[in-house]
């Protein structure tokens, strides 16, 4: 999934999740597009820059497999 941002010189660009995380951290996002609008870096609920992917077992439940049986 790309999402859409607008650096601080006003040029756009889509980027990678973890791209946008390291722009947000250096302060180089004016802002950036979600589901329902535009959101400035430090005006409230902003993602966490500090994911780490998840190791654990699979738990979400494969409902193709299901079917199949």
Do not use: C
Not at 2 to 8: A, E, G, W
Not at 27 to 51: A, C, K, Y
Request: hydrophobic share 30%.
């Amino acid at each position: 999934m790309l999402i859409r941002v607008k650096y601080v010189d006003d040029r756009f660009d889509m980027v990678r999740p973890e791209i946008l995380d390291r722009l947000l951290e250096t302060g180089r996002v004016q802002e950036f597009q979600r589901r329902d609008g535009w959101v400035m870096p430090g005006s409230g609920n902003l993602r966490r820059t500090n994911r780490t992917k998840y190791t654990g077992a699979e738990r979400r439940i494969n409902h193709e497999n299901e079917r199949k049986t």
